[in-house]
């Protein structure tokens, strides 16, 4: 199957910076893309559409000028943490789709101190 | 708003078949049946779907009811490795493309 990879796999920082996590489709072109959140035991939540070329849509509940998306290319969209929290601590999960199915990232663990 | 209902945790010998059950009894015509799974710490991982005939593949089998409001996916035999949370997702693939919402899932335990 196609193969989506993030990048970094986890990272640590400090409380008010900010963090950038990629997503990327390898070996196919993905005009759309999903960010997912996932707290300790707890399913994944839905946080945003990233689209080629477009604005992304959020989520109800999730604040789009805390959680920047930009979906520069058709193999890579940006999720950005701006000013993270502790309480933004959690894994998140890209997908995207190829042919109709979802592939999904293996993720990146935010800590923030 | 998940529409799939799951039971929260099971357990299965290894070399055994595990039977996981999913009830989504508000089903559309269009909608299709997915299975994920998600090893801890990883990305969900693709198992099989289907729309209502019953599916296989190399990793599992997929039955769904005639009715179409229940399925159950079948892991003909369970490996330790199979342990993960497991994931019944409904979602309407007839534009190409779908957002996969997930609920709460069934944690499998495959033990020795």
């Known amino acids: 199957g196609a193969v989506v990879s993030q990048h970094p796999s986890w990272v640590i920082c400090k409380s008010g910076t900010s963090v950038k996590i990629e997503c990327r489709s390898l070996?196919?072109?993905?005009?759309?893309m999903f960010w997912y959140r996932q707290f300790p035991k707890q399913s994944l939540m839905l946080m945003a559409t990233?689209?080629?070329?477009?604005?992304?849509?959020?989520e109800q509940g999730v604040e789009k000028d805390k959680f920047l998306i930009n979906h520069a290319s058709l193999t890579l969209s940006t999720l950005t943490v701006t000013s993270a929290h502790p309480e933004d601590s959690s894994f998140y999960i890209c997908?995207?789709?190829?042919?109709?199915?979802?592939?999904f990232g293996p993720g990146t663990r935010l800590t923030v101190l | 708003d998940a529409k799939t209902t799951q039971p929260t945790s099971m357990d299965c010998a290894e070399g055994r078949a595990a039977n996981l059950p999913c009830n989504h009894s508000?089903?559309?015509?269009?909608?299709?049946v997915y299975w994920y799974r998600q090893i801890h710490s990883q990305g969900p991982q693709y198992i099989i779907h289907?729309?209502?005939n019953n599916e296989t593949n190399e990793m599992a089998s997929l039955i769904i009811t005639e009715d179409r409001k229940s399925s159950t996916l079948i892991l003909p035999h369970a490996t330790l490795r199979d342990t993960a949370v497991y994931y019944c997702?409904?979602?309407?693939?007839?534009?190409?493309?779908?957002?996969?919402?997930f609920g709460r899932g069934t944690s499998l335990i495959v033990h020795p």
């Open positions: 997908s995207a789709s190829d042919l109709g199915e979802q592939f």
């Open positions: 070996d196919f072109q993905a005009t759309t």
């Open positions: 990233s689209n080629e070329g477009s604005k992304a849509t959020y």
């Open positions: 508000t089903i559309s015509g269009n909608e299709y």
């Open positions: 289907g729309l209502k």
């Open positions: 997702i409904v979602s309407d693939a007839s534009g190409g493309s779908y957002i996969p919402t």
